[in-house]
């Protein structure tokens, strides 16, 4: 096995730390008045360099961090060997494990007994309600940055075995208005157009699914001058995809005439055997969302006569009568998976771990009065953190005037007319 690079990591965690200026002002205030002091904080994320910047604020905000990766491919050793050197941080990764090793390191990450756990997609959360399902067990409360977790914690408060407070931080509007969007649109095309190496202008790219990612990627696809196919389930995101100008159809239709598809459902067999057996030879697949499910990679192994590796990340399975489809990195997440991937730019991470800090330290003040369940981040702090990033744009924005406020709390005629 290879050294590890600890110095590339250092300079990686200097690199984002420098694009990170919400960080860098958190840092200062909660290195002040640290309020996760005697705590320790578990955190499950991608283990690259912007992740890390978040553990070396919370590290400076008091915290004993011990963290794991949420994925197998996204983990990079060098940040993790340069955040392993830091005082205060213990992390538990590597990167390429197989998916039981990834689970027996969640498990050991959560015998540190954390107090507060900073999640992805519930990875951590959930391991941690099977162990306890009927008490926190110390577990003071979580807060979570995907939409995939949201929906995984709805679940566990739904069949009540939620025993602590978890703030849904994919729900903010300074999460899903920027990450999902943004984040998921940009990092996503750019790994795909540099894993293949082909031009997306001119091309079919159907995008499934058109949620704060999706709707992301087919816009952004549709700028890069691909024609853009939507595909959907809820009727009124398939009415806003066609309003928005794109091609909207059921994935059978859309199968068929795709040259690039881009899931981003949040769900499973969105792509499976029946699409398979009509699509072109040479069409890529690719996935956004957060597990590797969405693309039915069994299905397509089934359907070929034989596979293999036709660049880094890509695997080219031969159908019986010739046709080629391409899987990029085992359908794993595109923008975080592929071989040249490095996840989200570090201005949205900024901004998403920014929230995910400020969220935990306000959970931390307020456990009290919090039942137990999925509660939604106060607006003040999601504002706060918004107000934080214009500052450091050197962006103003207005305030209402004292006559404005009334007049946005009146309802009588004559106070709305006076
Ligand atoms: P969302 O809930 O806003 O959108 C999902 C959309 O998919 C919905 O409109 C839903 O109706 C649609 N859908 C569900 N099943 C479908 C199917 N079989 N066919 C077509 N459409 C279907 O969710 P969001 O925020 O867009 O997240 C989607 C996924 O991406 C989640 O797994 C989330 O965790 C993940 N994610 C990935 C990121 C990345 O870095 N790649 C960043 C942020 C989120």
Redesign the pocket.
Known sequence: MAAVDVDSGRRKLDWARAHMPIHARLRERFGASRPFANTVVAVCSHVEAKTGVFIETLAAAGAEVVFTGSEPMSSQDDVMAALNEQDGITGHMRHGVTDDELARLHETVLDQNPNFILDD?AELTARWVARHPDAAAGLLGTCEQ???GVQRLQAMAGQGVLHFPSYAVNDTPMK?YF??VH??GES?LTNLCQATNLLLAGQRVVI???????RGLAEKARGWNARVIV????PR?ALEAHMAGFDVMP?EEAAAQGDFFIT????RD?LRDVHFRNMRDGAVLSN???FNVEINAEDLGALAKSRREVRAGIEEFTLEDGRRINLLCEGR?A??AAPTAM??PAEVMDQTFGTQLMAAVDLMSRRQDLSAGVHAVPDAVDREVAEIKLETLGIGFDELTDIQQQFAQAWRIEDIKS
């Open positions: 997609a995907t939409t995939t899903h990450d999902n984040g998921t996503t499934a699914g058109f949620g704060y990612c999706g595909t959907e389930i809820d995101r994935m981003a459902t949040g769900n969105v956004a969302g957060h997440l923008n975080l996840g989200h």
